[in-house]
């Protein structure tokens, strides 16, 4: 379904697989959001009535929205919804999350507009071990509650998939989102280090947000999942060393903030 409205500067990309309720709380959250946008919607074919909603439902964004036949899993459809999608910055969003500031898409996109960056978003880590792993304390974040940002914006290593922003120019030119890591994990570290290899640097702004977990990719019966879901894991970080050996371990602190982390680590 496409409505047809002008061209928008910005597309807000949201791959769903069923959760509609979850859907439905982010785009609550949406509304009212200061910087224009087009929603993009590709939907993994849904069973609990999504196609139905975004058939029907007013929202006050345009909006396209595709369904796929069966569950082509998340990143193909990150790479459906960036096709698809009308706008020359690209925001993928988890629709498991709630946005607690009006302005957090134009926090995204000034941060977009900074010399240098090429990727912005909420969640990020600022140093990676060679494994790939995220070093827990450099993790920098703007949960609602609990956020750790001390200023408005930080340079991290790699940014987190539950939010994505970057120019369609960028995207393209790195090849889009690599599917060989199959259904759903290490996109985002991959496209984080796509973006850093190509010479741009990757950022997380201070803009306030809920994060429900797993709304993207989960459905009714995920426990049973814990263990596959546990191997795709693993096997996404292993694939991902492997691609940016050469790259890992990184760190983006300089040397003054790593000493300063390091001692407020060891002070308590």
């Known amino acids: ?15 769903v697989y069923n959760q509609l309720a979850l859907t439905r709380a982010c785009l609550d959250s949406l509304r009212g959001t200061s910087e224009p946008f087009e929603l993009t919607v590709v939907d993994n074919a849904s069973t609990d009535g999504t196609a139905e909603f975004f058939r029907t439902a007013p929202l006050p964004f345009p909006r396209r ?26 925001c993928f969003l988890h629709n498991d999350t709630e946005m607690r500031d009006v302005r957090w898409l134009a926090r995204l996109r000034a941060a977009l507009e900074e010399p240098g960056v090429g990727l912005a978003g909420l969640y990020g880590a600022r140093r990676l071990r060679r494994d790939g ?3 827990g304390r450099t993790l920098v974040h703007a949960l609602d509650g609990s956020a750790n940002l001390r200023v408005d914006v930080v340079e991290v290593a790699a940014v ?22 199959g259904f759903f994990h290490g996109y985002d570290r991959d496209l984080s280090f796509a973006v850093r290899a190509a010479g741009h640097r990757c950022v997380v702004v201070n803009a306030p ?14 426990p049973a999942k814990t263990a596959d ?7 996404a970080l292993a694939r991902f060393a492997t691609k940016w050996k050469h790259h890992l ?16 680590e060891r002070l308590g």
């Open 1 to 15: 379904m496409l409505e047809c409205q002008p061209r928008p500067v910005i597309s807000v990309v949201m791959p």
């Open 65 to 90: 929205y595709h369904r796929n036949a069966e569950n082509v899993g998340l990143i193909r459809a990150l790479n459906q919804g960036a096709a698809l999608a009308g706008g020359d910055v690209l």
């Open 133 to 135: 792993r995220y070093v």
């Open 160 to 181: 987190d998939g539950v939010c994505l922003t970057v120019r369609r120019t960028v995207l393209e030119a790195i090849g889009g989102f690599d599917e060989g890591y």
């Open 209 to 222: 947000f809920v994060h429900r977990g797993g709304g993207t990719r989960t459905s009714a019966d995920a």
């Open 229 to 235: 879901d546990l191997a795709q894991r693993r096997s």
């Open 249 to 264: 371990p990184t760190d983006v602190r300089r040397p003054r903030e790593r000493l300063t982390d390091w001692l407020c």
